[in-house]
């Protein structure tokens, strides 16, 4: 039976058993924990308690499982707070910003809000007990769908970055990044879209990210149009599996004491898809000939779709 370790305030760390090494290995999650690479036997695992139970997805340089989409990789540390859509690219050497100090109080030291060995000593020696004051924090990064994130680039708290972003490497990222914006520098800035305002409404429409990746790879890769027409037709022709989605997370199996019958059961990733509606796919409309919030061009590669934001 697999050990719960720690179980609260929304976290829960495992150690790992040979029924979860063999959980990991059927719902093909890879990592790099050990050579030869592989979730092993003893490790501890950091997840929290709603985290969705993973599939087809790499953590290469952590014992810290994020909340992860279907086809999505990670070669930085990232803790278990961050949320990761599908088909992510994530590099080397990504980090999250640490905790903010206090700005409106008299000082910005610790001392005021956290728990520390040189703090508690003060306080014993002066035969006192703790006041420690709320410094709240924000969120963890959520990271959209189809993002790729360069070489050692550092995210903001409380930030989001939208479905098929590009930040570049060594960028510093403390604003919301818009869906398919390329963003780089210090503070990061938008240097233009990958797309057309059109193309993006395709992309997005088509949720294109919910679907096996076998079954997209040998649809038009280089116009947007004709890859989202090809992929609706064959989804309502039924030629196309849906990542399946279960409901228990793996904190939940492993508390339970789940393991082994789920291992029993219907581990199948992917499933039948539901039919689209073509007549809400997006057409070309007037906005489209009118610059739009994000100032795209009418074609890809015939100048910067963003214009540079200052300040």
């Given at each position: 039976m697999t050990r719960i370790l720690y179980d609260q305030n929304g976290m829960t760390d495992i150690e790992v058993s040979p029924e979860?090494?063999?959980?990991?290995?059927?719902?093909?999650?890879?990592?790099?924990?050990d050579s030869p690479p592989g979730i092993q036997v003893g490790h501890r695992l950091y997840c929290t308690s709603h985290a969705p139970m993973p599939s087809y997805v790499g953590i290469y340089r952590s014992h810290h499982l994020p909340t992860m989409g279907a086809f999505s990789y990670s070669f930085s540390f990232l803790d278990r707070h961050v949320v990761i859509g599908a088909y992510c690219s994530i590099s080397w050497g990504v980090r999250v910003m640490g905790i903010n100090h206090p700005l409106d109080m008299f000082s910005t030291t610790a001392a005021l809000y956290q728990s520390h060995p040189i703090f508690e000593a003060a306080y014993a020696d002066a035969g006192r007990r703790p006041a420690w004051r709320d410094n709240p924090q924000k969120p963890f990064p959520v990271i959209g769908n189809d993002v790729w994130i360069g070489q050692d680039v550092l995210l903001g708290r409380g930030i989001t970055i939208g479905d098929g972003a590009v930040i570049a490497a060594g960028s510093v990222v403390v604003k919301d990044v818009p869906p398919y914006a390329i963003v780089a520098g210090t503070p990061a800035k938008i240097i233009r879209s990958r797309f057309t305002e059109h193309e993006r409404r395709l992309l997005q429409w088509s949720r294109w990210w919910e679907y096996a990746m076998p079954d997209l790879m040998q649809r038009p890769a280089d116009d947007i149009p004709a890859f989202v027409r090809s992929l609706a037709d064959a989804i309502n022709a039924g030629t196309v599996r849906k990542i399946r989605k279960f409901d228990v997370s793996l904190a939940e199996l492993c508390r339970s004491?789940?393991?082994?019958?789920?291992?029993?059961g219907d581990l199948s990733l992917t499933e039948p898809a539901s039919p689209l509606d073509l007549s809400t796919m997006p057409d070309p409309g007037a906005e489209d000939a009118i610059a739009p919030p994000l100032d795209a061009p009418p074609r890809r590669g015939s100048g910067p779709v963003f214009k540079v934001q200052r300040g």
């Open positions: 979860v090494a063999e959980l990991f290995h059927r719902l093909r999650v890879f990592s790099h924990f004491g789940g393991v082994a019958e789920f291992l029993n």
